[in-house]
DNA sequence: GTCCCCGATTGGATCGATCAAACCGGGTTC
DNA sequence: GAACCCGGTTTGATCGATCCAATCGGGGAC
């Protein structure tokens, strides 16, 4: 190739001015339908392509989205993100944004980020994840009139935002409508402490499912997120007079030690006793373990079409709040 | 904040020339100290930050590195990814570059990516992923003298080109070498069909352990990926006459399927059997799986280093390839 | 003392796009 | 007949940086 095509040598080859060439990209409108169909033709036989650099220069519009990536999903997570990121990246082509990744430590290292890339590359909002209690990033963000959108609610008194996120009580109410439909009484919950804002949320919907099912509350054995956690938990609730013949559990880890204890037990999934996870990670899948699947690449999605709305300035004063329904994933049976 | 803080700002805050604020930034040893110091303190003062739109409108370099994200990891993978792209965007900042994500739905389409992110973003190189024989992207990008680096091999009789890659021969080795040091004599290699290349790579690695310590080789089942597969193979290996006390697994996926038909003929894993299995999946860590983990952070860092040469100019003619050994990741015992 | 050289600094042009204003020919309006 | 409008188009200025050539003030050589 001799030389970047620019709109100054589409111009030419169509023999119009730069404007006008900018006007058949930006406002076909404007321009008279044979002016228009000569400059296309033009611009399809030079390859012509906008430059971005070029055009931020001169809107201060960068078409880049934000998002930060953490340092790594402990536990048994995966794949969550990388499809999260997938359908962002998918998404945001269609409406011509690009996703740029970048890193923080934690949130305030991350609110210096924001500067950063607002600064130097000028990128045009940021989509947030893992939002909780007092988030010092969306007051910060909130503070600067910057658009941006939240994988997560906001937990707090924060101020209003535009968010996405999935019912998670929604997510163990239908699986312990499921496990009740299945004639099991004597359902437990194996979850975080009080406190975490997605695991108060997660055991609501259980209580909830029960409530609706006339069954009376079970005690709890509160335990950190991790396999060993499932599996003292579930030594506990076993050992007690009524024991569960089933478990609702707050995370795959958890569940997955449920499962270990089971089967040291000789209690045999499915047939003995039902446990349903949360999350669907590849580990569920693989070990053929039910679970709860939030439906990632949906939110993503509309994370991007949200944000695009403010860019755009189509969204309305009221920012937007789109909460999705996860969905029972069944394996063992 | 007032207004964006520009060359020109903080020349005025300086009392010095837009050009003297540059140098101060691109080539320090052009100014004097006093007015060094001087400008430094405006750029502080004002918070300015350069504008790397600007900067690469002039000079043709956006600091950009394009990366494909997959439609999703299948199988148990997961957090391979998330990790490679922490540490991609991490080294990359080191280095004052970014991470931009891009899709494509086929290589074909990639190399289509490739040349829309470099004519509108002017991305200026890419890191390529799973490589494979007679591979369509490398030898475009080769064509057209782009700037790239392959995590992974150029397997078939592409030209050369810089890559970074971890040695799976050598995990399985390592596998092999163990097991052999704990005893045993009879080490089963479950693994894909041959044709696959880094199929291949790790069954040599497999055949050469045994070959250094005087075993002789053993009959295979070769088998594709997944559960079934490991199950079906460990079924079968076990049923012969000589049956072998260790498998060594060319993914974690093959290897959770052997320990589960280890466990439904009541061996115990550790006590009577050892698997181990590659890749270091958090499901091979959760079900305390031994397992060959690859340096994924390390090979992702050393990809950002081997561009940079090449965007710098610093590289020597010579493309650069690394190869990285993995680790063994002991569990059960 | 004059001339040249050299390190430090400056001013103008430029990258490729968009914005804002002007222009142009022709038809309306008053 | 002058003023105005109007769709379609052109021209000049501009965004914020870097490149390049020019300038400036001393110090050294002759």
Tied chains: 1, 2.
């Excluded at 190739?1 to 709109?7: C, I, K, S």
């Amino acid at each position: 190739m001799a030389q970047r095509a620019t709109l100054n040598s589409v111009a030419e080859a169509a023999s119009v001015s730069r404007q006008t060439v900018s006007n058949v990209i930006n406002s076909p409108e404007l321009v008279s339908p044979e002016t228009r169909e000569r400059v296309l033709e033009a611009i399809d036989r030079l390859g012509y392509r906008p430059h971005t650099a070029a055009r931020q220069l001169r809107t201060t519009r960068s078409q880049i989205i934000g998002m930060r990536i953490a340092p790594v999903g402990n536990g048994v997570s995966g794949v969550v993100l990388d499809q999260f990121l997938h359908s962002l990246t998918a998404t945001a082509e269609e409406y011509d944004h690009r996703i740029m990744l970048f890193t923080a430590a934690d949130d305030e290292a991350e609110t210096r980020a924001y500067a950063d890339l607002i600064a130097s590359v000028g990128v045009d909002g940021f989509v947030l994840t893992h939002t909780h209690h007092d988030d010092l990033r969306t007051r910060w963000l909130k503070e600067r009139e910057l658009p941006f959108v939240t994988f997560g609610r906001p937990w707090g008194d924060e101020q209003a935002h535009g968010w996405v996120d999935v019912d998670g009580a929604r997510g163990t109410r239908l699986a312990t409508e499921h496990l009740v439909r299945q004639g099991h009484r004597r359902i437990a919950f194996v979850g975080w402490p009080a406190g975490s804002e997605t695991g108060d949320d997660r055991r609501a919907g259980w209580e909830a499912g029960l409530a609706a099912a006339g069954l009376a509350d079970r005690p709890q054995i509160p335990v950190f997120d991790g396999v060993e956690g499932g599996r003292s938990a579930a030594a506990r609730l076993l050992d007690e007079p009524a024991a569960p013949t089933a478990f609702v559990c707050a995370s795959d880890s958890l569940a997955l030690g449920v499962v270990g204890e089971l089967r040291e037990r000789g209690l045999r999934l499915g047939a003995d006793a039902s446990v349903i996870g949360f999350d669907d990670t590849p580990t569920a899948a693989v070990l053929g373990l039910s679970s709860v699947a939030q439906p990632i690449a949906e939110v993503a999605a509309e994370c991007v079409r949200q944000l695009r709305a403010t860019l755009r300035g189509t969204a309305g004063p009221e920012p937007v709040s789109t909460l999705l329904a996860p969905r029972l994933v069944l394996r063992t049976t």
